[in-house]
């Protein structure tokens, strides 16, 4: 008897738990994270200087400081969502003109 209220509460939390976690971001988190991975690269192969590089680790950084704030009140809406990937696509062309430009380390 106590077995089988384990294995559904043990159930029950497994499905429930997806109903529970924060899906409003993950595209946003994962952008983020692409990001810095361009950034990163841009800088180990050189096509990144230093005051470029700098700048647009400010730019991501601001941006994780809106979506904090936005997330402050426990949820982040539709509009919010939107102005996220508004400031991404923006920081992505900047990453792209900063290394496609011919300032080389």
């Given at each position: 008897?106590?077995?089988?209220?384990?294995?559904?509460?043990?159930?029950?939390?497994?499905?429930?738990?997806?109903?529970?976690?924060?899906?409003?971001?993950?595209?946003?988190?994962?952008?983020?994270?692409?990001?810095?991975?361009r950034i990163k690269q841009g800088v180990k192969?050189?096509?990144?200087?230093?005051?470029?590089?700098?700048?647009?680790?400010?730019?991501?950084?601001?941006?994780?400081?809106?979506?904090?704030?936005?997330?402050?009140?426990?949820?982040?809406?539709?509009?919010?969502?939107?102005?996220?990937?508004?400031?991404?696509?923006?920081?992505?062309?900047?990453?792209?003109?900063?290394?496609?430009?011919?300032?080389?380390?």
């Amino acid at each position: 008897m106590i077995g089988r209220a384990v294995v559904a509460a043990i159930l029950v939390m497994t499905f429930a738990a997806p109903v529970f976690a924060d899906p409003k971001s993950p595209g946003v988190d994962r952008r983020e994270h692409r990001q810095k991975q361009r950034i990163k690269q841009g800088v180990k192969s050189g096509e990144l200087t230093k005051e470029e590089t700098r700048s647009l680790k400010a730019e991501q950084r601001a941006i994780r400081a809106e979506e904090r704030q936005m997330k402050s009140d426990g949820s982040l809406t539709r509009e919010e969502r939107k102005e996220l990937h508004r400031d991404l696509n923006e920081s992505s062309r900047n990453i792209f003109q900063e290394k496609h430009d011919t300032q080389t380390r």
